[in-house]
């Protein structure tokens, strides 16, 4: 026999599980909603990589310069545009080559250059950075392509749900690679700016030094002309003492 205070806290218990059914649901309510607003005011991947491919394609083009161009810090410029438009394995290859042949470059031209050893060294080091980080890009678009290939196998054995993550995974990674590639390009940029700023101090300190050198050298060449001159005017006009008895 079931007591009267066993059935109401039985019934209270179903009630309260009920109260908190309800409320998860409308909490996971709520969370999709913020999340479906999110991805709304997110850009679509597609449109960001579209975007970086482009800006890219662009600065490659204004950086096309000739080939005895001193302009030094175009060259790690030029090779991260290459690398944020490569889309296969190959793409990254080429980009990678292009960076170590202007490494070659600028090491010869900084044992011809010396006046700009600095400047040079600078872009060979940013070069150096775009040959590391083309490897990098490698290894994601490998495991890009493997997660890719798993995630249509997971849709072919009907595992939808597993299959969605594995999509949304990859999106975040691709994402993060072409917001950190455009971070090489700005980098690239910055430093290069700081380069020719420094270039432009150490020459306008140097044109100070030099005319400085000049307008002390003609004061002095001016005073000792006007010492001689001065001693000389002093000799004539000194009277002759007789020394007779």
Not at 51 to 60: F, G, Y
């Amino acid at each position: 026999m079931i007591s009267g205070v066993s059935v109401n806290t039985y019934y209270q218990g179903q009630t309260a599980a009920r109260c908190s059914s309800t409320t998860q649901e409308a909490e996971g309510e709520r969370l999709a909603a913020a999340l479906r607003e999110q991805k709304e005011e997110r850009p679509n991947l597609s449109e960001m990589m579209k975007e970086a491919r482009e800006q890219a394609a662009e600065r490659e083009k204004i950086l096309k310069l000739p080939k005895n161009s001193a302009r030094y810090g175009d060259a790690p410029m030029m090779a991260y545009a290459k690398l944020a438009r490569a889309r296969s394995l190959g793409d990254v290859d080429a980009a990678s080559g292009y960076a170590r042949r202007q490494i070659a470059r600028l090491r010869a031209a900084k044992r011809s250059d010396g006046e700009n050893a600095d400047r040079i060294q600078a872009a060979i080091n940013q070069l150096q950075k775009a040959v590391n980080r083309a490897g990098r890009k490698k290894r994601e678009l490998t495991q890009e392509k493997t997660s890719a290939a798993k995630q249509v196998r997971l849709e072919k054995e009907k595992r939808l749900r597993e299959a969605k993550r594995q999509r949304h995974e990859l999106r975040r990674r691709q994402a993060q690679r072409v917001i950190r590639e455009s971070g090489y390009l700005r980098e690239a940029e910055i430093d290069n700016r700081i380069q020719n700023q420094l270039a432009a101090s150490k020459l306008e300190l140097r044109n100070q030094m030099q005319e400085l050198t000049t307008s002390t050298q003609v004061s002095l060449e001016t005073a000792i002309q006007g010492y001689t001159a001065s001693v000389g005017e002093a000799a004539v006009s000194t009277p002759e003492v007789s020394v007779q008895a």
